[in-house]
């Protein structure tokens, strides 16, 4: 498999770091702690909370209550003749009121369905639950629905359950917060507990849009976004204390705020098996006519083959994609393939998806999306996508990529659109593919890309080839600072120069340029993960800390 050319490519970048001249990021020096910046105050945020409970605990091997689908009285047709789909939801949710358990897929390929009067096919809503393969290379699922219109394959989410949506009144912010932080200052702290799951938030306002060059442009967007964990509570000062630093600015300007959310689900995830969509047969597959009812675009636009919606500390492990027999074309799934919305503490492992059949605009094709806090994306393979990895929205903070390879997208791995802040690629191997922060006057109204993230970090990039259509392994042009620090490979360079100009009604001026160190010399470059060294450092913080205790 691919995957292993990569990682041999990985162990012998080590050994040349053990033979080679290293060096470090000036950024960040052996004896770093959060909070460190140079003279100019450029610092690295620590992203060492990525993953499955802040990246403390391993993806567990459930045990208890394995149900197996095809055995009574669920029945599934493992055969791929008869539809399975409501046997497997009818396993999952007895786990789920069971308190938890493992429906198991034994090998062979389940034909599953997404009902017309439904958005989904197959839900897990319940927490505690996996749905578990015998392997990628065993055991089948294969979706038969063709028009799939903003639908989802699999879904894993609670019911009746938004985090968008306060739960209870918000209480304001009693004063800015401008560095990351993990105590926030409120006007009252009453109604909070320790152990409450908060929203902290603010709003785009006019002040904020304007302070970020895109006054009129966002006027539909949601502020930065944090959810967090309330670990200790000053009532003197009016203080709480979460588990989670910001990400970002906050002003009580911008009706800076915090409420409480409900954490419905968590402990679940997908495991050991392949997924897949048959073709859609219909003509139509231009760019721009996923609008243009009857075509091939319009039946399969916003697709998504998994996505995982308000849960926290989940995962997705060793789930790849593929082909159905019945296929013509080499593809394996209809647009977009895995989208982390609006969680937290999410691991995708060792995952392999590829080939969507509708590469063309209007948000197709993404193999990898993250709206999410402090999900890890590690050892991962993506290919032929429009774009194979991908961060959204200021909701997207603090989320790590590792270890992940891309090969062939029609278009860049990007940040793309409404500045996702404080994000990292760490040793990420570009095959044929290229990294792009950089502004994006695309859009309309009052929701424009523009500047598309802020103290995002490439760490240790790798490009094995160039994309198609750039002469750059990295293109970085981030609003405020960004930074670029170790590359290597056949193509390795970077673009960081400032763009400023007009475009139509659009001002833009990307200055100060990024921050670069190493450019070409990533293989030496100590140490080889960010993500690694800040959580073993984080580690021993919280060891030394609970001996003082």
């Not at 063709?146 to 989802?152: A, C, H, Q």
Request: hydrophobic share 35%; net charge neutral; proline share 3%.
């Amino acid at each position: 498999m691919k995957i292993y050319k990569w990682v041999s490519l990985f162990l012998v970048i080590n050994l040349s770091v053990a033979f080679g001249q290293s060096w470090r990021s000036s950024l960040y020096p052996a004896n770093w702690t959060p909070g460190f910046s140079d003279k100019e105050g450029r610092f690295l945020h620590d992203f060492s909370y990525a993953g499955y409970h802040s990246g403390l605990d391993e993806i567990p091997n459930r045990k208890n209550n394995v149900i197996d689908v095809t055995k009574s009285p669920y029945n599934a047709d493992k055969s791929g003749q008869a539809d399975a789909t409501e046997a497997i939801q009818k396993a999952l949710d007895m786990a789920g009121k069971q308190g938890g358990g493992v429906v198991l897929l034994p090998e062979g390929e389940y034909k599953i369905s997404v009902p017309e009067n439904k958005k989904y096919g197959i839900i897990i809503r319940y927490s505690n639950v996996v749905l578990r393969g015998e392997g990628a290379s065993k055991s089948f699922l294969k979706c038969i629905t063709t028009n799939l219109r903003s639908k989802i394959v699999l879904l894993v989410a609670p019911e009746n359950n938004n985090w968008s949506k306060p739960e209870d009144n918000a209480v304001a912010l009693a004063k800015d917060v401008d560095q990351p932080t993990q105590r926030i200052p409120l006007q009252d702290v009453n109604s909070f507990k320790i152990g409450d799951r908060i929203c902290i938030t603010s709003d785009v306002t006019d002040e904020f849009a304007a302070e970020h060059g895109c006054l009129n442009f966002w006027k539909a967007l949601r502020g930065p976004t944090f959810y967090r964990e309330i670990k200790d509570i000053d009532k003197k000062n009016n203080s709480i204390l979460i588990d989670v630093p910001t990400r970002y600015y906050l002003k009580t300007r911008d009706m800076a705020r915090v409420y409480k959310i409900r954490v419905t689900l968590s402990e679940s995830g997908l495991e050991n098996f392949a997924i897949g969509n048959v073709q859609n047969a219909e003509q139509g597959f231009n760019d721009n006519e996923y609008n243009a009812p009857g075509t091939g675009a319009y039946q399969v636009h916003s697709s998504q083959v998994i996505e995982l919606r308000n849960v926290e500390n989940c995962w997705v492990k060793s789930v790849s994609t593929y082909k159905p027999a019945e296929n013509t074309l080499d593809i394996h799934v209809l647009s977009n393939c895995l989208s982390l919305n609006n969680s937290r503490f999410v691991t995708v492992e060792s995952c392999n998806f590829q080939k969507s059949q509708y590469n063309g605009e209007g948000g197709n094709g993404y193999m990898y999306c993250l709206m999410s806090n402090d999900c890890l994306l590690k050892n991962c393979y993506a290919e032929n996508g429009r774009h194979n990895y991908d961060f959204k929205l200021m909701v997207s903070n603090g989320n790590v990529i590792y270890g992940c390879q891309s090969k062939d997208p029609r278009l860049a791995s990007d940040f793309h659109m409404h500045l996702s802040m404080a994000n990292l690629f760490d040793s990420f191997v570009a095959d044929g593919d290229y990294l792009d922060a950089s502004f994006r006057p695309y859009g309309s109204g009052g929701a424009m890309h523009m500047y598309s993230t802020t103290q995002s970090v490439f760490w240790n990039t790798i490009g094995l080839q160039k994309h198609k259509s750039s002469n750059y392994l990295i293109d970085s042009r981030q609003f405020g600072n960004g930074y670029v620090i170790g590359t290597s490979g056949k193509s390795s360079a970077v673009l960081t120069t400032p763009v400023s100009g007009i475009k139509g009604k659009i001002e833009f001026n990307t200055a100060p340029e990024d921050f670069t160190e190493g450019i070409s010399k990533g293989e030496t470059l100590v140490p080889q993960s960010l993500y690694l060294d800040q959580l073993e450092k984080r580690k021993v913080r919280i060891k030394n800390q609970a001996a003082k205790k």
